[in-house]
């Protein structure tokens, strides 16, 4: 290591050796080029009480960086900012109503209309909302709405209104008692963690610790009546921009249309989901979807297993995506570490919150696989969630992060989700989620509510 004066600073040096250095890397990647000494000490705060330095010259060549404590601010000083904390006055359980605009249908049924769980919660003065993604039955996962009501009503919200939070990152830790649910915890951790934005005055994309100023869109087109309708959506979602085309697939409607498909648009992006609808037995069957050179195959295979996945990725060359499989930053780990898939979508409801996604996230990266952000036909308060979710790094395919539009004739947000004709969601720099909530629509849409207070539940 070379030998370098540390810079003037007020604080005294507490390491200064590399074997840090990889925790040091993304500030220098940074403010690569920058003169360091040009920031004041606060820019690279890390935490309350101690920063890195990192001399760009030198951390390229090698490795040169400084841990400093400061001393506790003088007063007047602005000083490092204390951890804010929060306390959360009331949890309110909505559920709303909305037609779809089009049927969605996959592997396990077809649904005309949503009932969608809405969290707020009231803290410190400011509403933070979330949206259970949980479906209306327990076919995509074991947990639905009821389940995901009575979790929240019963264990969850009460373990958030008893005594003082951080914010969304303390989630976890609060519901850890509580097994499973992970739609049920998602929804309260996001409204959490929305609340915090807005009292932190900031993007919840930044907040999140994204770095993207705009995502890549693709859709997710079910199974239809006939294969010519199938082939008019297509055209009219191309011709609206998007960059990913993901067509739902069980047996006898597969091969089928994916020959049609190809024929008429031959080097789209393509990919399918099957929502579990193969065994392994029909490895040979999934080994013919070779031939449509499809960006991956999303879940083909039963939606708790990830081993079997392995196996049949061993055995064709598309590469599999999972999404049902992965309910933590454990099994995406065990499921890239035995090669279950090459690909992974995040839904945050899924694995159970912002929290356990970013680890997800984290994980692939790690192993320099990209992940996607799915969707659950969510509302504007679920969607503008997984639009802050994809503004993280390693989200680096098109997500199911669709327009307002192709769900609802009105949504329940201001402005609505718009894709521009390039395909992308522009990153709104507004602090929270960015998008207004529409409370009189939501009031309209209602058809039960309930709210829970510390000491009334
Ligand atoms: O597997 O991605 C899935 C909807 C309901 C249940 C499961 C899935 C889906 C979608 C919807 O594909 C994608 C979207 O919200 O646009
Ligand atoms: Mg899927």
């Given at each position: 290591?070379?030998n370098?004066?540390?810079p003037e600073i007020?604080?005294?040096?507490v390491n200064s050796?590399?074997?840090?250095l990889?925790?040091?890397?993304p500030l220098?990647?940074?403010f690569?080029g920058?003169d360091m000494?040009?920031?004041s000490p ?6 309350p009480l101690?920063?890195i ?10 490795c040169n960086f ?9 007063s007047g000083?602005r000083g490092?900012?204390?951890?804010r904390?929060m306390?959360?006055?009331s949890v309110t359980?909505r559920?709303l109503?909305?037609p779809?605009v ?6 396990f049924?077809?649904?005309y209309?949503r009932?969608i ?6 803290a410190?003065g400011?509403?933070g909302w979330?949206e ?10 074991s947990?639905w709405i009821e ?5 929240m009503?019963?264990y969850?919200?009460?373990a958030?209104?008893?005594g003082d939070?951080?914010?969304g ?5 609060r519901?850890?008692?509580?097994r499973?649910?992970n739609m049920?915890?998602?929804a309260?951790?996001?409204?959490v963690?929305?609340?915090e ?5 900031q ?5 999140l610790g ?8 693709g859709v997710s087109?079910?199974i239809?009546d ?14 609206a921009?998007y960059r ?9 409607w597969d ?5 049609k498909?190809?024929s008429r648009w031959?080097?789209?992006?393509l990919?399918?989901?099957a ?6 037995d ?6 013919k979807f070779?031939?449509y050179n ?5 879940q083909p295979l039963?939606s708790?297993e990830?081993?079997?996945h392995?196996r049949?990725q061993g055995?064709i060359?598309?590469a599999i995506c999972?999404?049902?499989?992965i ?6 780990d065990?499921?890239l ?7 992974i ?8 919150g912002?929290t356990?996604a970013k680890?997800v996230?984290d994980v692939?990266?790690q192993h ?6 799915g969707g659950?036909?969510e509302?504007g308060i ?6 802050a979710?994809?503004?993280?790094e ?10 307002s539009?192709?769900y ?9 989700v718009?894709?521009r004709?390039?395909g992308m ?6 602090p929270g989620?960015g998008y207004r909530?529409?409370e ?8 039960r509510e309930e709210t829970?207070?510390?000491?009334k539940?």
């Amino acid at each position: 290591m070379d030998n370098i004066n540390p810079p003037e600073i007020n604080g005294s040096i507490v390491n200064s050796n590399s074997s840090r250095l990889s925790c040091a890397l993304p500030l220098t990647k940074a403010f690569d080029g920058m003169d360091m000494l040009a920031f004041s000490p606060s820019a690279f705060r890390i935490s309350p009480l101690s920063i890195i330095l990192v001399a760009p010259s030198l951390a390229r060549s090698g490795c040169n960086f400084y841990t400093c404590e400061f001393p506790p601010p003088l007063s007047g000083d602005r000083g490092p900012t204390p951890q804010r904390i929060m306390k959360i006055e009331s949890v309110t359980l909505r559920e709303l109503q909305m037609p779809l605009v089009h049927f969605f249908e996959t592997s396990f049924g077809r649904v005309y209309g949503r009932r969608i769980i809405l969290v707020s919660i009231e803290a410190d003065g400011v509403r933070g909302w979330g949206e259970c993604v949980a479906g209306e039955d327990p076919f995509f996962s074991s947990e639905w709405i009821e389940t995901a009501w009575a979790t929240m009503k019963h264990y969850l919200a009460p373990a958030l209104l008893n005594g003082d939070l951080s914010g969304g990152r303390e989630c976890p830790a609060r519901f850890a008692r509580i097994r499973g649910h992970n739609m049920a915890k998602g929804a309260l951790e996001n409204a959490v963690w929305d609340a915090e934005a807005t009292l932190k005055q900031q993007p919840l994309w930044k907040l999140l610790g994204g770095t993207r100023r705009e995502i890549a869109c693709g859709v997710s087109i079910g199974i239809q009546d006939t294969v010519e309708q199938l082939l008019g959506k297509i055209e009219t979602e191309l011709a609206a921009g998007y960059r990913r085309i993901k067509i739902k697939v069980k047996p006898g409607w597969d091969l089928n249309v994916l020959e049609k498909v190809r024929s008429r648009w031959p080097d789209i992006v393509l990919s399918v989901d099957a929502n579990s609808a193969y065994t392994l037995d029909q490895t040979e069957h999934l080994r013919k979807f070779d031939a449509y050179n499809l960006l991956m195959i999303e879940q083909p295979l039963w939606s708790d297993e990830i081993y079997l996945h392995s196996r049949l990725q061993g055995a064709i060359r598309t590469a599999i995506c999972l999404d049902e499989s992965i309910r933590h930053a454990r099994d995406a780990d065990f499921a890239l570490e035995t090669g279950a898939c090459r690909i992974i979508n995040i839904k945050v409801g899924r694995v159970g919150g912002f929290t356990e996604a970013k680890k997800v996230h984290d994980v692939a990266q790690q192993h320099g696989v990209p992940v996607w952000c799915g969707g659950m036909l969510e509302s504007g308060i679920g969607r503008t969630h997984n639009i802050a979710l994809s503004s993280l790094e390693n989200f680096r395919l098109p997500g199911d992060v669709s327009a307002s539009k192709r769900y609802w004739k009105e949504d329940i947000v201001e402005p609505e989700v718009e894709v521009r004709a390039d395909g992308m969601i522009a990153i709104r720099d507004t602090p929270g989620r960015g998008y207004r909530v529409r409370e009189d629509l939501i009031q309209k849409l209602t058809v039960r509510e309930e709210t829970l207070r510390v000491g009334k539940v």
